[in-house]
């Protein structure tokens, strides 16, 4: 097995009498690049500062490799940190930063300056070992931080919203280099942010958190398509939800009723206790709705339904149209270029909802 | 946006500045008509007489010395209890209090109570002599070691908040940042803490070498007889030599030692201190 593997088991943890994390257990492998990702106050950084040990658990057990880290303090774990605020020393230069790691474990001088300009180079800042904390910009200091941590080769780094303080354009840049890095190291790097797109372009496994408890892992793939729960439905991409009823379960399907209209779905495609009669809500991505003209001759009015456009967004190359319903309001999502993008407002059509890309979620 | 009024209309505010400055400035402007203007008219004589008397050389000797080591004696002790009141914020302000308690008796009472305890009869010896350590008191008092013990008492907590200011803005995240980066506790404070907080304690030595190179009351009163201060020599000038121009070139040369030790402090400031930090 790979190095920088984390287990946790049924870890919680109390600040006083709040609990902030509930029962988690989280099986991390070791070289991936896994996101902890939840809204703020949902436990996420609570777990990574458990994991790096700044925090020790009220119950349950963290262990990195196989071995336990109980009372084990963060110096002594296989960890590096990079800090929201990055926490850089003011009074030391770019060098002396990254060599600070090196310097306290007691590595020959003779032993530093190597390892230092390697990793340097590596974040892309190969020059600039004289300049000081204050003259770097937001991205050269991420950079730095990057560097101070991993010139340890920690089997695990563990990044505490790093980019949240960078302006989109850079972010983006910063998140495929930061790929690019995890690869090429075969670090294990555990990141949180509450940022989907972050989570979802940056990560092998996506763990999502809610209210102190982890809501679901998985491939971010995975987690877009087979949401695990109404919350992660609504967390990751953007989603419509529509109020149902689950009228007849069988071995293998549940037969759904929306708004009159009632069709069969695979029992996996259906979250949660399925009984007949649940009220239930019926998740529907905006991509899969597609459009037809109202008037178009090949319209089976059994699969689709009639709505009027409302407002049209660009977003880039895709184009985002919010439409009015029989079911209440749907957002729909195309590319710009595709024939059935040719819409204006108030315009009539027909839309349809392929059946296979729905999520039901059962109302307990 | 509200309207504020127009400066014109403000400008009464700054009479009572106006009215402090032009104190402050004829006060010293005084100072050096006293000093170079005697009754004779112009003269030198009293600068001349602190070149050349080797006692006054001993004096201002005195006062310098005794001020740097009042100094670096308040910075150690403070830095301590500076410390301590910045690890312990659910204490801070009750420790803060008791740091600061004795800023709310006279000078003069908490100059004699050092001679309570210190005093040839005093707490100190009585116990010493009664356990048996000492044969005959201890001169603790009366001396030089009189005036720095009641000089640094009386400085200290300058120099704690002056220290406890700026390692309250250290983000305790550089903490755990070195932590994370395999520093113990010690190397975290030798490398990270004592560095950023440098600047404080050199606020610290500055306010108390300052304020100690001008000390009157502790060194009349804890002092020897013959172990002047340049602040107790300048009082006895004015208070009961009535001698101005005495007192005033004096002063003259005490302000000029001051600024030189101030000079030095930054010199060494600079050298210990990276200037981007400052």
Known sequence: MRRGSIAVTGVGKEFGATTVLNEVDLAIEGGSFVTLLGPSGCGKTTLLRLIAGFLEPSRGAIAIDGAAMQGVPPRRRPIGMVFQNLALFPHLDVFENVAYGLKVRGTPATDIAGPVSRFLGLVGLAGFERRRIGQLSGGQKQRVALARSLVLEPAILLLDEPLSALDLQLRRQLQVELKSIQRQLATTFVFVTHDQEEATLLSDIIVVMDGGRVQQVGTPGEIYRRPASPFVARFVGDINMLPGRIVSVDAASAEIEIGGRRFRLPLAAVVGKTRAGASCEIACRPESISVQPASGANTDPGTSFGARVGALHRLGPMLKVSFDTVHGPLTGLMMTNAPAAQLVENQSVQLSIAADSLTVFANP | ?278
């Open chain 2, 1 to 278: 946006m509200q309207t504020s009024a127009t400066p014109r209309s403000l400008g009464w505010l700054l009479l009572p500045a106006l009215l402090v400055l032009a104190l402050f400035l004829g006060s010293v402007v005084l100072l050096f008509l006293n000093a170079f203007w005697t009754k004779d008219g112009f003269s030198l004589v009293y600068f001349r007489q602190i070149v050349e008397r080797p006692d006054y050389h001993e004096v201002f000797l005195r006062t310098a010395s005794i001020s740097v080591v009042v100094a670096l004696a308040s910075a150690v002790l403070a830095y301590p209890i500076a410390w301590l009141l910045w690890r312990l914020p659910r204490w801070r302000n009750l420790l803060l209090v008791i740091v600061l308690v004795p800023w709310l008796v006279s000078l003069v009472v908490r100059t004699y109570g050092w001679l309570v305890i210190l005093g040839p009869k005093g707490f100190l010896n009585e116990a010493l002599a009664w356990i048996g350590a000492i044969q005959s008191p201890l001169p603790l008092i009366f001396n030089d070691l009189g005036v720095v013990i009641g000089l640094t008492h009386v400085l200290m907590p300058f120099a704690v908040i002056a220290t406890l200011s700026v390692l309250l803005q250290i983000d305790t995240r550089l903490e755990e940042a070195s932590e994370s980066l395999g520093a113990s506790d010690l190397a975290t404070w030798c490398r990270v803490v004592l560095p950023l907080s440098l600047p404080g304690v050199f606020t610290g030595i500055s306010i108390t070498f300052l304020t100690s190179m001008g000390a009157i009351v502790t060194p009349i009163l804890l002092g020897g007889l013959r172990q002047k201060m340049a602040g107790t020599q300048i009082y006895q000038e004015v208070v009961y030599n009535f001698n101005m121009s005495k007192a005033s070139a004096w002063a003259l040369c005490l302000l000029l030692l001051s600024g030189l030790g101030l000079v030095v402090l930054r010199a060494v400031e600079g050298a210990l201190v990276p200037k981007a930090d400052r």
